[in-house]
């Protein structure tokens, strides 16, 4: 039976892709934030999953206006990093694992939720920072990522959004789905984006590093509690873009205690820096007890 080991909360900013693939991790400004993942690139050696679910947000990269879907599984056996502008990143391109995904969408669908079946996406910086970060540096020809990745897209562009307990819920049905999977594998469920920030409007700029440690400390203890806060309270206290926190929600839905019974996860790593670009960076490894 496949099991969820662990879960992974880190942010996205774009820049911190661009400041790796330039060769900047050690300038004044992005030291700090880099030292916060020392710990995690050690960690994801010495805890290596077989397969990553990856829960992240597409910036009008992989899907425009022309199609929303609010929750989109990727079933297909690779993806490439997307040119959002820039050119693609230098890193290499993912591995899909399209038997454990087509399982997850039978499953969950079964459950009724409504997912979208992505089989051909590019994959932009919400997807591939969160890789470099936890992963280290790796050649983009003749280097790959540790394992295969499920791309497991959330609409958070474009209104309306779907609420933290629909999140919550959908991780719980998540691992429902792998739990039921008939091989003996070790998954990582990550819940990326956020924290705090506002790239646009009058408010642009804004974070609020109060509220954002208030958000870790439920997401580790009070996971039912947070689930309920209504999305206007993202937007408000977190700003415009703080509403990419909802995904955290899917991978905290599908730890072990939240359906018990299960002590809570052990808090492997915190970390909390800002600024990171115009982004408050938050980051949780927990390992299921
Ligand atoms: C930034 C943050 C994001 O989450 C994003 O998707 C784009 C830009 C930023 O801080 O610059
Ligand atoms: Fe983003």
């Not at 880099?34 to 999953?49: A, H, I, L, V």
């Not at 669908?109 to 920072?129: A, C, P, R, S, W």
């Not at 295969?148 to 933290?164: D, E, K, L």
């Amino acid at each position: 039976m496949a099991r969820i080991t662990a879960s992974v909360f880190t942010s996205h900013v774009p820049a911190i892709g661009a400041a790796m693939d330039m060769g900047k991790t050690q300038e004044a400004y992005w030291a700090p934030l880099f030292k916060g993942y020392d710990f995690s690139r050690q960690w994801m050696k010495d805890n290596k999953p077989d397969v990553i679910f990856l829960v992240y947000n597409d910036h009008a990269t992989a899907f425009s206006l022309d199609c929303i879907p609010t929750f989109a599984i990727g079933t297909g056996a690779e993806y490439q990093p997307a040119d959002e502008g820039w050119g693609p990143r230098p890193v290499p391109k993912v591995q899909g694992h399209p038997e454990l995904a087509s399982h997850i969408a039978q499953s969950v669908i079964q459950q009724d939720f409504d997912l979208t079946i992505v089989n051909k996406m590019d994959v932009d910086h919400g997807l591939t920072v969160p890789l470099s970060l936890m992963c280290g540096e790796q050649d983009p020809k003749s280097g790959s990522w540790p394992c295969p990745v499920i791309p497991f897209a959330v609409n958070v562009v474009q209104y309306p959004v779907p609420s933290g307990q629909r999140c919550f819920n959908i991780g719980r049905a998540i691992r429902k789905a792998i739990e039921s999977y008939d091989e003996d594998i070790n998954v990582h469920i990550w819940g990326t984006g956020g924290m705090s920030h506002q790239l646009q409007g009058a408010r642009a700029g804004l974070i609020n590093q109060d509220w954002d440690n208030k958000f870790l400390d439920l997401l580790i203890e009070n996971p039912n509690g947070l689930a309920k806060m209504p999305h206007i309270d993202y937007v408000r206290e977190a700003g415009s873009e703080g509403i990419e926190l909802v995904m955290w929600l899917i991978a905290r839905g599908a730890m072990s205690d939240v359906d018990g019974p299960a002590p809570l996860p052990k808090v492997a790593h915190r970390f909390y820096h800002v600024p990171a670009s115009n982004t408050a960076v938050g980051h949780l490894i927990l390992e299921n007890q």
